[in-house]
């Protein structure tokens, strides 16, 4: 009975959300253990092996890792210095031509020139991915980011802190074959999972968190005392150590579709919240160019005392956002590639100068910034220290 009810709700859970994302973005829609499965998945089935990705070298060590796992050849182009998304005014047509597909990022929503690369996709066939694990909600000439691509990519991780993604696609044959090898290489949790997962969302609803927490810990512990405990694999392989291939649990998918449910009280306050840290911060942020809305995962501000302040906020325990030091092309050195003249410059100092700040961290982490008059003289000598150095790159342009 409680077997049937799960799956009952799963399914209804499953095509709730499926549903969202089809009206919001692309018609082809399928769940993914992970966004970056769902990056791994989409290069193995779509490219072939040894064929060139264009991607930036801002970005996370785990997109790197899946298209690694896939069996296609990162390429590494040039930057904005503005947003640390792809400079598009210096991809050449020979590295375009020799390229099968092009990654945009979308580093924490703020979008790449997504009108010119679809341009450029089209021109020279390129499978466009959009990677929108950073994208709560990003609208280009009023268009949704997620809708340009060829495929899009979405985190729950990121934007809900549960596992689990999305897979859009535009074309229906590449949603099935995506789909097909979603299920070939994708797990179901097993049904004592399902259950417990189950049981406990009900008794949160019902009851408390520390009652839930309390049961859950004399759960383990009786199923390990007798004897049935198991005790995850030894990592063996990239897929076991880097890419969940499980599928969210019926409790995950609950939870997420509640969030969906609520998406605009969620988006509204987020922007509000974002725009009093922006207009409080005497911090510089990325210029997002191509953008009409942007709703940020973190708020991009540039300090040349990136450092010390990252060092104050952690002190605080205010949590910090992703810093992508180093840049991918000095992680990955053997197995990837970069365009020629790739001005490393402007990419180490993007990545020693951003600081990227979560909304909702956003009261803290004005404390700490007008903490004392020493830092406020930081922070002022840190925009024209920092517009200098913008200024410099660009005129050895």
């Not at 100092?349 to 903490?371: A, D, N, S, T």
Request: some cysteine; glycine content about 4%.
């Amino acid at each position: 009975m409680l077997d049937h009810q799960i799956e009952s709700t799963r399914q209804e859970a499953v095509e709730a959300i499926l549903r969202h994302y089809r009206n919001w973005y692309l018609p082809h829609v399928m769940l993914t253990p992970s966004a970056r499965f769902g990056l791994y998945i989409t290069a193995k089935t779509l490219l072939s092996r040894g064929d060139r990705v264009l991607v930036s070298p801002i970005t996370c060590r785990t997109v790197i890792d899946a298209l690694l796992e896939a069996g296609v050849v990162p390429v590494f182009v040039d930057i904005e210095l503005s947003t640390g998304n792809i400079d598009v005014s210096r991809l050449s047509k020979s590295v375009l031509n020799n390229a099968r597909a092009i990654i945009t990022t979308n580093l924490y929503g703020s979008p790449d020139a997504i009108r010119d690369l679809r341009f450029m996709a089209n021109t020279h066939k390129l499978l466009l991915i959009e990677d929108c694990a950073h994208v709560l909600r990003t609208r280009v000439e009023t268009r949704e980011l997620g809708t340009f691509g060829d495929v899009s990519v979405f985190s729950f991780k990121k934007h809900f802190d549960e596992v689990g993604g999305i897979i859009c696609a535009r074309d229906a044959a590449h949603g099935t074959r995506i789909q097909g090898r979603l299920i070939a290489e994708g797990t179901m949790p097993s049904a004592q999972e399902e259950r417990l997962r189950f049981c406990q969302y009900r008794l949160m609803k019902a009851t408390s968190p520390s009652i839930v927490r309390r049961l859950s810990a004399v759960y383990r512990h009786l199923v390990k005392v007798g004897g049935h405990h198991q005790n995850a694999e030894p990592a063996r392989d990239f897929r076991s150590t880097i890419l969940n291939t499980t599928f969210p649990t019926i409790a995950a998918l609950l939870r997420v579709l509640e969030f969906l449910r609520r998406r605009e009280q969620l988006i509204a306050a987020r922007t509000a919240a974002a725009r009093t840290l922006i207009a409080r911060c005497p911090l510089p942020m990325t210029n997002g160019r191509y953008n009409d809305d942007v709703v940020y995962l973190a708020v991009p501000f540039f300090s040349s005392n990136r450092d010390a302040v990252v060092g104050k906020l952690r002190a605080r325990g205010i949590p910090m956002y992703f810093l992508y030091t180093p840049p991918m092309n000095v992680l990955f050195p053997d197995r990837t590639y970069s365009v020629p003249n790739l001005d490393q410059d402007r990419i180490d100092h993007w990545c020693r100068h951003i600081l990227p700040v979560p909304p909702q961290c956003g009261e803290q982490f004005l404390e700490v910034i007008h903490q004392s008059s020493a830092l406020g003289k930081t922070c002022c000598a840190t925009i024209a220290d920092t517009r200098h150095q913008s200024q410099i790159l660009a005129s050895n342009r």
